[in-house]
């Protein structure tokens, strides 16, 4: 059974591996093929099944099965002619509004388009945002006036894929809500709406918990209502490795399964138990209690998962089916991937099933079976390092860190929270309705518990060796670290175990391949409406501006420039350079200084920027790192109107070709660059300044750079509409090649003395997924 589930599995992952779905119906015709060929062999042959064509079936009806889920998903995704126009909606809020400053931001299910063309599939799920707009609640009905455009997000390698999670929430559009006198609310939530109850619980909560320390993580454990959450906290439990506590999963559906159970098998008249066994009445009782709380919780995917996987498990006893722990885990898988195959984008799929598998393999007959509390304590810390160990390699793939705290930290905090947290959560959920003064005792009282451990959390946080930042590896060094897991947690005897440390020494000591001294590299990342762009010889890194800020928890730095960093193993920020003020390049500057505090940061407007180091660019500065020379061409030391204009410009330039970082300045800069020496302004690539506006990238300037490449840093449907079609036409008519950001994602480039300048590679294009979104220029 075990193999069948993984070989669906398999089929499912292979077409997660492509840039463009198979036909459907040639799946369908192989599958078929398949399945006669082994009715033929077994009826009408009686001979023994074929092994591997049973499981390729299985794995044909994997691919098969997301394929069809797939197709329907991309047929109901905004169509690109339709981007950027704006229609009257009507539609319900689905799930939790969530508000961050003064924008709010939730989904709307729609129910009515209007649009002219009725042939065409329109999208059912939006992802809107309402700057400045009324109060919106869960469970209300609205006629909206919409922006829309298909879902799209920043490329980069090392960062988050949010077209990815777009489609895991089956999210069709996203966009932004117009002003309009059409916008009005058309009902109130109705009385049975579990999204309106949930926010009402959520409000009803931080009410009670105002002020409080810990509110955010409260509202998490009893509505799964994160937003509350603060920064520092997040930090912490992403350092310690314990910020699955506060997704509503496995964890949490078994303990409130395990809390009905013993309500159940207490209150049940005697008399019931003889018609049914009390056994089977506790586990009903179990399941339906952690089916309430998943609905309160939202019935994210995380809680779907667990919840399935519970039922699977109740379900099997209930039927007294004798079953082997694997054959278990096998039918929950299978009916997770049957109920949702695009889970498998989700990294909690992946940690949750790994979790499992592993308390299989190193516990199988033997937990719970040490006599004593010792032996007992003991058993629970195995796990937890056990379970650590396995997620190490999987973590570094995902995230590109890892928590090396996590067994204590887990061994301390998840019995603290599971025994001592949330029963108290549980039991002021179902006093609310009764008496709010003693659910707001009980919930305070939560949060002193809270208090309590978490100096104790906060301390492991701050450990210098509490998280392992590293590059993500590649497939074989994965692989290899995969088996000497294994190897390490085998059963005592067997044989070779010391093997597995050895495996996983590659994973520990893998880093990206350097330039060679004398070469350079270049990455123009794709950070939206902005500027980040880092430049990397065989032994020192730059980044030149770091992008945008997009609201008090979110900015390129964090999000784009920082991860793309780890990506490239650089360890060691040396500079940073912010060539002016503007927020599209020096957003994301603060979050880059505080993940390398001894960089140093030159530039211009960079007071704000807190750092140990500062000072501004001057023209005539130059530097040499492995045989690479940088410059700054300008500013002069005079004085200039305009904030674009006294912006930091750099050439870089080594054997293998030169490149020009020219960042936001205008005509009358650019002439004076120019007049200055226009020989030296020959660059084989230019990021082209201000974005491609009108105002920049003169014919006087293109004809003094004449580059091969020429990137324009913009976003995707920027509203200012750059580049502009005439900049860009400058460019090509002198042979160069032109890349927009946001079209190709980040692209990386090449200066080696052999080689000259090789464009290596234009992400979007050369690592999409069948889901991501494409854009022609």
Known sequence: MLLKALSFLAGIMLIQQCALLPELSLLIVILVVALMVMVWRRFLLHGKPLKWLELLIFALAGAGWLTFVASNYLEQRLPEILAGQDFLVEGVIQDLPKENEHVQRFVLLVDNFEIEDRLLVLPERLRLSWYYGPQVNAGERWRLRVRLKPPHGFMNPGGFDYEGWLYQQNIHATGYIRKSEQNRKLADASVFS???LRQQLSADIQQMLQGKEHVGLITALAVGDRSPISEAHWDTLIRTGTNHLMAISGLHIGLAAAFGFWVVRRLVPTALMKHIPAQQLGMLGGLGVAAVYAMLAGLSIPTQRALLMLSCFVIMLLLRRHFKASNAMATALLVILLWDPVSVLSAGFWFSFLAVAVIYYVFSGRLGSGQGWRARVGQWGWMQFSIALALFPFSLLLFQQASLISPLANLILVPYVSFLVVPLVLLALLLMPVSSLLAGYLLLAANEMLALIWPVIEALSLHPWAYWVQAAPHWPVLLLAMVGVALLLAPRGFPARWLGAVMLLPIVFNSAEKPAAGDFELAHLDVGQGLAVVVRTSQHALVFDAGNRFGSRLDAGEAVVVPFLRHWSVTQLDRLVISHGDADHIGGAQAV???????????????????????????????????V??????????????????????MVSAAGGRLLIAADIEEEIEADLIRNDAEQLQAEVLIVPHHGSKTSSSQAFVDAVRPQIALIPVGY????????????????????????????????????????????EAYRSDQRKYWNHVITD
Do not use: M
Request: proline share 4%; hydrophobic share 35%.
């Open 194 to 196: 579990l999204d309106a």
């Open 593 to 627: 200084v505080d993940t390398f505090p001894d960089v140093e940061v030159i530039g211009r407007d960079i007071e704000p920027i807190v750092a140990k180091n500062k000072r501004s660019c001057r023209r005539g500065e130059r530097w040499l790192w492995d045989g």
């Open 629 to 650: 020379e940088f410059e700054f061409l300008h500013p002069a030391e005079q004085s200039y109107t305009r904030r674009n204009n006294h912006g930091c410009v750099l």
């Open 717 to 760: 449907r920027n509203r200012y509409h750059h580049p502009v079609s005439e900049v860009v036409s400058r460019y090509r008519a002198l042979g160069a090649t032109v890349h927009y950001s946001g079209h190709v994602g980040a692209v990386k480039i090449s200066f080696n003395a052999n080689n000259g300048v090789v464009l290596t």
